[in-house]
């Protein structure tokens, strides 16, 4: 039966910046309206974060099975049964999808409407047979990949960063487009799996990341036979009548043919509106998608967007943790007319080893403030590491000449926790010499960050001066 609902607020989309965005604006007593076009308890929800750690946490179990024939333990040649692997990731899938579920969304107060949603004028969506003509809404209907245009893919089956995660097929022999966060993380994963996997991409590898940080997850890839062709052309793709074959010109080896069973795309995503006819709802749209302006309006005052589905953060700022943050303060500008400033927020990908980043790069910090100092500590002085077999990685922190931190870039095993003091400090102004004072427990990861903090003071051990006064002190006993 045709029904018209009024909320405060109308959320579009329930990944997990409308989930958070619907139980923010709900958790302030506001009346809120979400739209799901899929069942949000779902099994093909997006989950792409959780999926692809459910995956590299399989392909870490096997990759520490085989290693155990180092203690003389006879598991060297693990067999993978790919259905149970496929199993743990739709269990880890189901378990972070509950997290979110309708329930909780029902308790808060929240009316979930389940079906496609279309703007039919500037004040009114229509879902189903439901009229929603809120104060305000929310468009967060997130991304979908970027298919790229290479002479013959339209022509054959592809995989996609998002399919991969869900198929039962174990690919065997794997090419995969595309070496950014995404690329690279499925690539490990895949690989210890048990597939062959090639990697190609137009430019370096892990662009995003800071160079001589990404080094160490890249020569691991490597080093476990993942073949990896940086600033190559993809010339073309066809499917041979029992392979799909791979037309690459590379920079160190020419043209070259690359044999696959299976070709994932993993370019990089794009904003997606499904059919919400936002032209209707007289919402600007430019190249990158939807225009946005203070607080994230668009061109109708009335209707905000979120992350990805602006395009502003297609390149930047896409990660859960992101969508969920900014959410929270677009919720919190509707309600309150002034929204949170943007926290520092650190990022993790999820290769292996672990890389964490916060605040600003080497490149960017010297571009905005010139002369800068980087510290330096690797994992391979540190005990813990070196008892875990996990040497590989460096903590590398920017900072200002007068020692204010800047920025970190940690490769390494636990990274992502490492980044959690150095977010702090940088959020809360802290100088390298306040962190210095930090001891850490022996046998910790943590040593590695207090190595670096200690190496500040490095130059002042070599001063004459500080030297001549140590040696003057002495005189007086
Ligand atoms: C392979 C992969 C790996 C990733 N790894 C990580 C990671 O390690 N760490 C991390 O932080 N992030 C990771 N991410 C990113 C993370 O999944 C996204 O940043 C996050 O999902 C973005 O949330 P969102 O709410 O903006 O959009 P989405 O999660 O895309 O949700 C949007 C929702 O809107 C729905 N929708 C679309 N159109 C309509 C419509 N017309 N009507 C109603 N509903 C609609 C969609 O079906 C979808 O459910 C990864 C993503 C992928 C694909
Ligand atoms: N842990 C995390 O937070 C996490 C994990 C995965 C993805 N992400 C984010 O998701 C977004 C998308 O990630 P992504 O890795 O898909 O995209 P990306 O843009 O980071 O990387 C895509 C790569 O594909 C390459 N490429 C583009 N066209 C190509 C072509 N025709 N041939 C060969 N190579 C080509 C690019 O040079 C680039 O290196 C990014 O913003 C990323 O930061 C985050």
């Not at 308890?41 to 459910?54: F, H, V």
Request: net charge positive; charged share 20%; glycine share 10%.
């Amino acid at each position: 039966m045709a029904e018209i609902l009024r909320p405060d607020l109308c959320v579009v989309g329930a990944g997990p910046g409308g989930f958070t965005a619907a139980a923010t604006a709900a958790l302030f007593g506001a009346p809120v309206v979400l739209v799901a076009n899929q069942a949000i308890d779902g099994p093909w929800r997006s989950a792409g974060a959780a999926a692809s750690a459910a995956l590299s946490y399989a392909g870490a179990h096997v990759r520490a099975a085989r290693d155990s024939a180092f203690l003389g333990m006879g598991t060297s040649t693990a067999r993978i049964n790919h259905p149970r692997v496929h199993a743990h990731v739709q269990r880890v899938v189901a378990a972070s999808v509950a997290e979110e579920s309708p329930y909780r969304l029902a308790a808060l107060g929240v009316r979930v409407l389940q079906d496609e949603a279309r703007f039919i004028d500037r004040r009114s969506l229509l879902v189903g047979e439901t009229t929603v003509t809120p104060r305000r809404f929310l468009i967060a209907t997130g991304s979908e990949p970027v298919i790229p245009d290479i002479p013959g893919l339209a022509d054959i089956d592809v995989l996609t960063d998002d399919s991969i995660l869900d198929t039962t097929h174990h690919p065997e022999r794997l090419v995969i487009i595309g070496a950014g966060r995404t690329g690279v993380t499925l690539a490990q994963a895949q690989r210890r799996l048990g597939a062959e996997v090639t990697l190609i991409d137009r430019g370096p590898a892990l662009r995003r990341e800071d160079a001589e940080i990404a080094a160490f997850a890249l020569a691991a890839l490597r080093q476990e036979g993942i073949t990896i062709h940086e600033r190559a052309t993809i010339k073309r793709v066809e499917a041979t009548r029992d392979a799909k074959r791979v037309d690459v010109e590379t920079e160190a080896d020419g043209s070259i043919v690359v044999e696959a069973s299976h070709i994932c795309v993993a370019v990089g995503r794009k904003p997606t509106f499904g059919g919400l006819d936002l032209q209707a709802a007289g919402v600007a749209t430019g190249g990158a998608g939807i225009a946005l302006g203070r607080g994230s309006a668009t061109s109708n005052r009335r209707i905000y967007a979120l992350g990805l589905a602006s395009g502003e953060g297609a390149d930047s700022h896409f990660a859960a943790h992101l969508a969920k943050d900014e959410a929270r303060r677009i919720v919190r500008g509707m309600l309150f007319r002034a929204a949170p400033a943007a926290p520092v927020v650190p990022r993790l990908t999820m290769t292996d080893p672990e890389i964490a980043t916060v605040g600003l790069s080497e490149a960017e910090a010297r571009a905005r403030h010139g002369d800068v100092r980087i510290l330096r500590a690797p994992f391979a002085q540190n005990e813990r590491a070196e008892a875990d077999r996990a040497v590989a990685g460096e903590i590398k922190v920017v900072l200002t000449r007068r020692g204010r931190i800047l920025g970190c870039a940690i490769a390494g095993a636990a990274a992502g926790e490492l980044i959690i003091p150095w977010t702090l400090a940088i959020a809360e102004g802290l100088t390298i010499a306040q962190v210095s004072r930090l001891e850490m427990p022996t046998l910790t990861y943590s040593a590695v960050s207090r190595d670096a903090a200690l190496s500040f003071y490095a130059p002042q051990t070599r001063s004459r001066w500080v030297r001549g006064m140590a040696r003057f002190l002495r005189l007086f006993g």
